[in-house]
């Protein structure tokens, strides 16, 4: 039996990798995967503790989160592509229109 | 050390590993196909949690529509031939890696008493653990109780859908 705070352990690694990447990368596709790191971590731990506690509510929860983020995925991806048309750059250091 | 947790260590150090690569990589192609990596990792983990049925959902929506959806858009855009542009706040790098080593520092004042004392899950026979994360019990618990955000994350598919649609559509071309 593996405790359940190696799971929480390894998700807090996983997570804090995932902001890391969502500050240090400059390519919005990267920063995007890195969120999805993030989510994948929560994922994690919502898995972990349904096993722990012997409920499916955790599980489902994470049915949800797995839901969101496809939606959430398509939209952001739309929003690249369209962004990339008039900037042809998709780095997000380029998106300085809106600076006074 | 039981073989459960010499497996998971193993994992634990695939998992880290991708995510590692997956930030460091210059072609994002290779970042992508890190993540998947990643992605499978964490199936074999939600199997070893007694979660089948989300770790095949993990494996067919995430690793198999999402990041082929990111392959795709890399791809059209040609992102892994752009060449990784130059920060533009050069102190921003030290202080996300002093950070990272901060945050998991007290993640770890909090998780190394947790992990010294071992609290592990409770063991159930391998026939309960079967049913318990099946796609069975799973449909019972989500169109009994949480029918309410089941129907919610269809319409939100929907909208998202339209938001796709519309967002990458071609305004010259009226009518």
Not at chain 2, 107 to 126: C, D, F, K, M, Y
Request: overall charge positive.
């Amino acid at each position: 039996m593996v405790p359940t705070s190696y799971y929480v352990a390894l998700s807090a690694i996983l997570f804090t990798l995932g902001v890391m990447g969502v500050l240090i990368r400059r390519n919005a596709i990267i920063i995007f995967m890195s969120v999805e790191l993030m989510l994948n971590a929560a994922n994690l731990v919502f898995v972990a503790f349904a096993r722990q506690f012997m409920l499916l509510d955790g599980q489902v929860f994470v049915f949800f989160v797995m839901t969101v983020a496809a939606a959430e995925v398509a939209v952001g991806l739309a929003l690249i592509v369209t962004i990339f048309r008039t900037k042809k750059s998709i780095s997000v250091d380029d998106l300085n229109s809106l600076k006074g | 050390m039981t073989p459960e947790l010499i497996l998971f260590f193993a994992l634990a150090v695939v998992a880290i590993g991708s995510a590692v690569m997956m930030l460091l990589s210059r072609n994002a192609v290779h970042s992508a196909l890190y993540l998947v990596a990643n992605f499978a990792v964490v199936a074999v983990f939600f199997l070893m949690l007694g979660a089948p049925f989300i770790a095949m959902a993990q494996v067919t929506v995430y690793a198999g529509a999402i990041m082929v959806l990111f392959l795709f858009v890399i791809m059209l855009l040609g992102a892994d031939m752009l060449r990784q542009p130059s920060q533009a706040l050069p102190w921003q790098v030290p202080i996300a890696v002093f950070l990272f080593v901060a945050f998991l520092g007290i993640a770890g004042i909090v998780l190394v008493p947790q992990v010294l004392s071992g609290v592990t899950p409770p063991a159930v026979e391998a026939d309960t653990l079967r049913k318990f994360g099946g796609p069975l019990s799973i449909g019972k618990v989500l169109f009994n109780q949480y029918l309410l955000p089941f129907e919610l994350t269809s319409f939100l598919l929907l909208v998202g859908m339209i938001g796709a649609v519309v967002l990458t559509r071609d305004d010259k071309k009226k009518g």
